[in-house]
């Protein structure tokens, strides 16, 4: 750790939406700023002028605000920062730190074909490291186009990782590298070198696929005599099939599984698990035991896999410890859009969606099973499960529910207890398993073979709805067995 107060940031990148590796970082950096009570920033790196797209930016924040990431200070946008990072090329240039280099993409590329035929490191060579001062005005003279290198130092480079312990890399690994294009614009790791340093990060936490980069922004900070950040590379997301997730794999987005009905606190719970370990057996947690458990010391260094199976099963587990409120909120737009009911219907009936939630938040595993198994509660279109229907509506089903349904009408009280007092009365005197009534009741009012406690069912849709669904059930028996 630093004596400094904690600064953080997540820099996406809006080449595309935010993917669930991209996201993972965002989270650890913000558990990290949370636990610390320290800051959590948001950059975008938006130089890349042919891939970056402006309408990928606001769903990038909006994912990032479902997931509950919020950022502290305004956020950085690299774009509105080009003409600034001109200055620091130039102040490298005078140290000696940096150099021109005027070699053309075909020479470069002629050099590496010959270290491919040597079987030697496809490098750049520093052949214009060693201009002298006379050829140096000769090509500048003559506006010869040039790029700016970094000058890497001979000897080895190491610095201590929050993850992996010491790293080190010999300067022969690293290069002079790019730190300024053509037309001089500044690199990606030119621009996050500066852009860390006047933010004040004091920590980058990010996957490790970035530790060559982090070599490189080494180079830089020592060139300006700046303080390094402490730098924690974690473990790669892989896919079942042990590929990387990635944007350029075609992986699904945040965004997609917010819309396929995943809560943000079990997308949050289960991404904190991908490279983080709390040393306990437990596995559902909610924010505010992530944000008390979460030091560096429990990263781990092994990749980890993204199992949606998995994920589905920390979605079923958080939406049971939601309330039926939170639940009903986010559930009502899902069965608007699925023209199940109106907004308006919702709005005056806001005790009865609740309890409906209350009574199948135990059985979905994604918002959306609310809508698939619930629908019935606002609609029906008496249409019934295929098999359930040829097992279930025989001609003895048809004169059971007729009876039954006939004993339900007559009762006082619509109650759990009545209720069920009235179909174990009927199935005594027709010496028949509850069963034999508890089934097609349950297909004659839903449509379904499955659902929650038949009598609580019942009793939520209320006797008119039950008893004219019923009689609307044996009327199609009756002419199903007609034909």
């Not at 797209?53 to 994912?63: H, N, Q, R, T």
């Not at 035991?289 to 030091?295: K, P, S």
């Not at 979905?364 to 008496?382: M, P």
Request: aromatic content about 10%; proline content about 4%; overall charge negative.
């Amino acid at each position: 750790m630093t004596d400094k107060p904690v600064r953080v940031r997540i820099a996406p990148s809006p080449t595309g939406y935010l993917h669930v590796g991209t996201a993972r970082s965002a989270l650890f950096n913000y558990l990290f700023a949370r636990h610390y009570d320290g800051k959590f920033l948001v950059r975008v790196e938006d130089t890349d002028v042919e891939r970056s797209k402006k309408e990928y930016i606001e769903p990038i924040l909006d994912a990032m605000r479902w997931l509950g990431l919020d950022w502290d200070e305004d956020i950085i946008y690299q774009s509105e920062r080009l003409d600034h990072y001109r200055g620091f090329v130039d102040r490298l240039l005078e140290s000696g730190h940096a150099y021109r280099c005027f070699c053309t993409r075909e020479e470069l590329e002629a050099e590496r074909e010959r270290a491919k035929a040597e079987k030697q490191p496809a490098r750049y060579s520093g052949r214009c490291r060693r201009l002298n001062s006379q050829e140096l005005r000769e090509k500048l003279a003559s506006n010869q186009p040039y790029t700016v290198r970094i000058a890497v130092p001979e000897g080895t480079t190491s610095y201590d990782d929050m993850v992996s312990g010491t790293l080190s890399r010999h300067s022969n690994d690293i290069e002079d590298f790019i730190i300024a294009r053509s037309d001089g614009s500044a690199t990606y790791n030119f621009a996050v070198v500066i852009d860390d340093h006047e933010m004040g990060i004091t920590h980058v936490i990010r996957g490790n696929d970035h530790i060559t980069n982090t070599f490189k922004q080494i180079q830089i900070y020592r060139a300006f005599e700046w303080p390094e950040p402490q730098f924690g590379h974690v473990p790669l997301i892989l896919r079942p099939d042990k590929k990387k997730v990635s944007k350029r794999l075609g992986d699904r987005d945040v965004g997609e599984y917010r819309r396929d009905g995943i809560v943000p606190e079990a997308m949050f719970n289960y991404l904190c698990l991908l490279g983080w370990n709390p040393k306990t057996e437990q596995e559902i947690y909610r924010r505010e035991e992530l944000i008390e458990r979460f030091t560096e010391a429990n990263f781990n260094a092994s990749n980890a896999i993204f199992d949606e199976e998995k994920l589905i099963a920390f979605n079923k587990a958080h939406i049971v410890r939601m309330t039926d409120h939170d639940l009903a909120v986010l559930v009502a737009p899902m069965l608007v859009e699925a023209d199940v009911t109106t907004k308006y219907w919702l709005e005056t009936r806001w005790e009865y969606l609740r309890h409906v939630i209350s009574l199948l938040k135990e059985r979905v595993r994604t918002l959306h099973d609310f809508v698939g198994l619930g629908g019935y509660f606002f609609s029906f279109d008496y249409t019934y499960e295929e098999k359930a229907d040829a097992k279930q509506f025989t001609p003895e089903a048809a004169e059971l529910l007729t009876e039954l349904a006939d004993r339900f009408e007559a009762l006082d009280e619509f109650s759990h207890d009545s209720l069920e007092a009235a179909l174990k009365g009927l199935a005594g005197q027709r010496e028949l398993k509850p069963g034999k009534l508890i089934h097609p009741t349950r297909l004659a009012v839903s449509g379904m073979s499955i659902g929650p406690g038949l009598y609580d069912l019942l009793q939520a849709l209320g006797k008119p709805i039950v008893v004219e669904r019923m009689r609307k059930a044996v009327e199609y028996i009756q002419k199903k067995h007609r034909t």
